[in-house]
């Protein structure tokens, strides 16, 4: 990667490094089928099932919901990167933790893991 000197993406890296001991991480972009809105009840609870499911925590509560919805959709490091600027999709970002020591091709076995996730019905 290559970043020009100050720039607090590189610092943002180096905190990520920090927390989680390395800078592996999985992106997926979601977005519901044809004529869906992301921001669906049944859309978020897709959602929900699938970070449940990657281990992330997502709130239940619906005006929450309208609130990060309305946080997502004015924040300029959001759009673009997170979500599209008519919010009809989003990604997932899943930060992965130090691998145990022995484990051979880390990325291999994360990604075998999540497409097998995607593969459900459900998904």
């Excluded at 044809?34 to 990657?54: M, Q, V, W, Y």
């Excluded at 619906?62 to 979500?83: C, K, N, Y």
Aim: aromatic share 10%.
């Amino acid at each position: 990667m290559w970043f020009v000197d100050g720039d607090p993406a590189m610092q943002r890296l180096e905190d990520f490094k920090q927390e989680f001991g390395n800078d592996h991480f999985v992106y997926l972009l979601v977005e519901p089928a044809e004529g869906g809105n992301t921001f669906s009840s049944l859309f978020i609870k897709k959602i929900r099932d699938l970070a449940n499911e990657l281990e992330a925590d997502v709130p239940e509560n619906t005006s929450l919901i309208a609130e990060r919805r309305h946080r997502a959709l004015v924040e300029d490091d959001f759009v673009g990167r997170f979500i599209s600027q008519n919010g009809n999709v989003v990604g997932i970002l899943l930060e992965m933790e130090a691998c145990p020591e022995g484990v051979e091709n880390p990325e291999a076995l994360v990604t075998s893991k999540v497409y097998s996730i995607l593969k459900k019905d459900k998904y």
